[in-house]
């Protein structure tokens, strides 16, 4: 499945890197758009999804966040509230092509990427369907849920005066990516990509967890009444299954639910976990898109 290469223009003069799967045809088709997740790249991990959405006939859209792949904007700066004014910007973007019919749009997103897509869908009520795939509900108890209890408090502590010190000297502490994100599941996928993905080897600021842990999408998921399929992974190591159902319990729209037993946090994007997560998703598409 071929696919072109797009550039979408923002408000702050940092283009968007894309790419649309699919065959542009005269008569304008119904778009998913995909939403990467924690310091991703549309090169990894989504092709799968855009290529089985648009061989079913939707025109597919990915992008890469500022600050990431081939995006303009500071290196490797991830602040999710920017990344959501991304995804407005790629969904207006998406509406005004004539390719693309702008009463049909669904939005999807995995991980980082979902939560995304759900703080979106509750600025939005026109989306057509959101597909949320393994995402998390509150960043605070996503970071300090592995930590002993005693522990917790003096951690985010420690997080909030690092914060103070950023915002009254502007310096910002840059460390790999396996730095913030320590679990094995991701400490062994990054290994994986940045050989064969140099692009993927930046730094972050440490301070990102401050960000994660204020990012709490369960707070806006009672706005949301877009019809709304949520898969999670039974042995998510990252994002753990009862943040996923946490977030599906407090959306209100029409919504289902799929657990995939035995698979973790990155094996829903190839082999029989990616197949059972794709066959639920084609599903809801033909319902609701």
Known sequence: MQYEDVSIPSADHQPLAGRVYGQLKAKPAPVVVLCHGFCGIQ????????KAFAEVGYLAVTFDYRGFGASGGERGRLVPQQQVLDVLTVIDWVKAQSWADAERVALWGTSLGACHAVVVASRLPSLKCLLLQMPFANGETLITGRLPEAERAPFLETLEKMQARRTSTGKDLFVPIPKVMSDPQSRAFFERCKASHP???????????????????????????TPTLVVVAGDDQVNPAEQGLELYGRIRGRKAVQVIDKAGHYDLYQGRAFDTAVGFQLDWLAQYL
Do not use: G, Q, S
């Open 199 to 225: 692009e993927m080897d930046v730094k972050i600021p440490f301070l990102t967890v401050w960000e994660m842990a204020h990012y709490k999408p369960v707070d806006v998921a009672i706005r949301v009444v």
């Open 43 to 50: 090169d990894i991990l989504l092709p799968a999804y855009a």
